[in-house]
């Protein structure tokens, strides 16, 4: 079975308005990985976080980790069209092995 | 954008051809991976590489092929194509854990592979 399942599945949203996503996962993790996809191309890395850490920012985005809970957050502040896409959470358990991709969430966001 | 990349971008064949999608990444990264992705679903990983030479298969059985005899090209073949076998097919690439703990995947643009 997956390791990480987003939440929602699908969320639309107007420019400007925040978006937050969310990720959980079974096993212990050494660390957690958002990525984004546009339709139709590759998967892009946006930010990481590791098992230590309770919260990241990069630019617009905001991530939070709670390691008890074995959840994972994602908020995309201020939203813009050029959002939209889908958008994965990746584990790595420290095996030195692949990542485990969720199912991702799609943003839409209109403009 | 990183620096790797696939052909063809799109693929339409008839069932029982051999084809091979192709994948190079010019960031000298050791290992290798490439997805398999139906659209709007998750990524399973289907083979996987840590080198020259090394190949393994991942968790989504695969009746593909991969080979890896230089560092940067990474193919995976299918030898006798199968309408079950559409799918998009991305590869990726990533430093060694020993070498760079916590390395991002850099992934392609993916190969939309439809057979008739």
């Known amino acids: 079975s997956q390791q990480g399942e987003e939440d929602p599945q699908a969320l639309s949203i107007q420019e400007g308005e925040n978006a937050t996503m969310n990720c959980s996962y079974k096993?212990?993790?050494?660390?957690l990985q958002w990525y984004r996809q546009n339709s139709g191309r590759g998967l892009v890395h946006l930010i990481l976080?590791?098992?230590?850490?309770r919260e990241k920012h990069s630019g617009r985005l905001r991530v939070t980790l709670d390691t008890s809970k074995k959840s994972s957050s994602l908020l995309i502040t201020a939203s813009r069209a050029a959002d939209t896409a889908s958008y994965f959470c990746?584990?790595?358990?420290?095996?030195?092995?692949?990542?485990?991709f969720g199912s991702g969430t799609q943003l839409t966001v209109l403009p | 954008e990183a620096d790797i990349y696939q052909t063809p971008r799109y693929l339409v064949i008839g069932t029982g051809k051999k084809i091979t999608l192709e994948c190079s990444q010019t960031?000298?990264?050791?290992?290798m991976y490439w997805y398999q992705q139906d659209p709007g679903m998750e990524l399973h990983l289907i083979h996987y590489?840590?080198?020259?030479?090394?190949?393994e298969k991942g968790d989504l059985s695969s009746e593909s092929t991969v080979s890896r005899i230089r560092t940067e090209h990474f193919p995976l073949t299918l030898e006798s194509a199968r309408p079950s076998h559409t799918s998009q097919y991305l590869c990726?690439?990533?430093?060694?854990?020993?070498?760079?703990?916590?390395?991002?995947?850099?992934f392609g643009n993916g190969t939309r592979l439809t057979v008739t």
């Open positions: 990726a690439s990533s430093e060694l854990y020993w070498r760079q703990i916590d390395s991002p995947l850099h």
């Open positions: 096993t212990s993790i050494n660390n």
């Open positions: 976080i590791r098992s230590n850490e």
């Open positions: 990746a584990t790595d358990d420290g095996s030195a092995r692949q990542l485990t």
């Open positions: 960031m000298g990264h050791d290992k």
């Open positions: 590489s840590y080198g020259v030479n090394s190949t």
